[in-house]
């Protein structure tokens, strides 16, 4: 690594989170580098849902803020979809219940109860093209994505290091309580479904949801906890299809065209804070966002960009 420390800032982690606070960062002024074990388009990020929805992820008051803020921003990026990979689709959360939600619930727009649920028209975003969208949004205010494997983050040469590492900051920083949720989907050519579906019980891994992207229809899906294989498991993609076309039939003779599997990056809390370095440097951690980092990526890097600022 380079031996000089620079007045830069440093974005470790290629995944929506590390994109998207390096493109709040550079576009408030700051000269910004990205380094990442691997391309965006390798990250947990590229084989998500898209689906924004506050999933997973804790301190529910502080994520409902974070989710209302990045809910505005994806609301603006939708009026270009193509461009952007944003889209604001019809869906129902069955089973869900807005008294059982934080009070961030009552702030989204056109959330209402449904048959057994609870309906709204919610951005869904083609990650692949979301995070080619932000490469080159970051290309244009100057930042360099490199990747570059990070053993130590007080190593990083810069004088400010934000850590956006997501499951890997279990071993760089290091932090025990990050561990994984395994999240498989089958993607299927989409047999005409044009709205979104969820039915989750937060008790059981396992889970039914479909959401329309141009690529195909993703079905899914699972909530394995503390479970690290990447490879999809057969029977496990039987039965996703299986759930799925219990609720839509036409789903159960789709032409299977790809499975994917990501390992969300779960933790008790999302970790959000400052933590100064013996030599004067600043590390901003950034990590943690379980099934939700798509959701809070906005506000997050908000956050993240004053937390890099000197203290008032």
Same mark, same amino acid.
């Given at each position: 690594m380079d031996s000089e420390p620079s007045d830069e800032v440093i974005v470790v982690g290629g995944g929506v989170a590390g994109l998207t606070t390096a493109l709040v960062l550079a576009e408030s002024g700051r000269r910004v580098r990205v380094w990442a074990r691997e391309s965006p388009g390798r990250t947990t990020s590229a084989v998500a849902g898209g689906l924004w929805w506050p999933y997973r992820i804790e301190p529910e008051p502080l994520v409902g803020a974070?989710? #209302? $803020?990045s809910l505005a921003v994806y609301e603006e990026l939708a009026a270009r979809p193509r461009e952007t990979g944003v889209r604001l689709v019809d869906g129902v959360h069955q089973g869900a219940r807005l008294d059982e939600l934080g009070a961030w619930a009552g702030r989204v727009p056109g959330l209402r109860a449904a048959a057994g649920g609870l309906a709204a028209r919610l951005p869904v975003i083609d990650m692949p093209a979301h995070l080619a969208w932000l490469r080159e949004r970051l290309v244009r205010a100057g930042v360099t994505v490199e990747e570059r494997e990070v053993t130590d983050l007080t190593a990083v040469p810069a004088a400010v290091v934000v850590n956006c590492t997501g499951l890997g900051a279990r071993s760089l920083v290091p932090d025990p309580g990050v561990r994984p949720v395994r999240g498989q989907l089958v993607v299927v050519a989409n047999p005409g479904v044009t709205t979104w579906? &969820? @039915? !989750?019980?937060?008790? @059981?891994?396992?889970?039914?949801y479909f959401i329309p992207q141009p690529g195909g229809l993703l079905l899914g899906g699972t909530a394995e906890e503390d479970d690290w294989s990447l490879e999809p498991d057969p029977e496990t993609a039987a039965a996703i299809v299986a759930r799925c076309a219990a609720v839509r039939p036409e789903i159960a003779g789709a032409r299977v065209l790809a499975h994917r599997v990501g390992l969300?990056?779960?933790?008790?809390? !999302?970790? +959000? $804070?400052?933590?100064? +370095?013996p030599d004067g440097r600043l590390l901003v951690h950034n990590y943690g966002h379980g099934g939700a980092g798509i959701t809070v990526a906005w506000g997050c890097a908000r956050e993240t960009?004053? #937390? &890099? +600022?000197?203290? @008032?």
């Amino acid at each position: 690594m380079d031996s000089e420390p620079s007045d830069e800032v440093i974005v470790v982690g290629g995944g929506v989170a590390g994109l998207t606070t390096a493109l709040v960062l550079a576009e408030s002024g700051r000269r910004v580098r990205v380094w990442a074990r691997e391309s965006p388009g390798r990250t947990t990020s590229a084989v998500a849902g898209g689906l924004w929805w506050p999933y997973r992820i804790e301190p529910e008051p502080l994520v409902g803020a974070w989710a #209302l $803020e990045s809910l505005a921003v994806y609301e603006e990026l939708a009026a270009r979809p193509r461009e952007t990979g944003v889209r604001l689709v019809d869906g129902v959360h069955q089973g869900a219940r807005l008294d059982e939600l934080g009070a961030w619930a009552g702030r989204v727009p056109g959330l209402r109860a449904a048959a057994g649920g609870l309906a709204a028209r919610l951005p869904v975003i083609d990650m692949p093209a979301h995070l080619a969208w932000l490469r080159e949004r970051l290309v244009r205010a100057g930042v360099t994505v490199e990747e570059r494997e990070v053993t130590d983050l007080t190593a990083v040469p810069a004088a400010v290091v934000v850590n956006c590492t997501g499951l890997g900051a279990r071993s760089l920083v290091p932090d025990p309580g990050v561990r994984p949720v395994r999240g498989q989907l089958v993607v299927v050519a989409n047999p005409g479904v044009t709205t979104w579906y &969820t @039915s !989750v019980d937060h008790s @059981s891994a396992a889970s039914v949801y479909f959401i329309p992207q141009p690529g195909g229809l993703l079905l899914g899906g699972t909530a394995e906890e503390d479970d690290w294989s990447l490879e999809p498991d057969p029977e496990t993609a039987a039965a996703i299809v299986a759930r799925c076309a219990a609720v839509r039939p036409e789903i159960a003779g789709a032409r299977v065209l790809a499975h994917r599997v990501g390992l969300r990056p779960a933790r008790d809390a !999302v970790r +959000l $804070e400052r933590q100064p +370095l013996p030599d004067g440097r600043l590390l901003v951690h950034n990590y943690g966002h379980g099934g939700a980092g798509i959701t809070v990526a906005w506000g997050c890097a908000r956050e993240t960009a004053r #937390l &890099t +600022l000197p203290p @008032s």
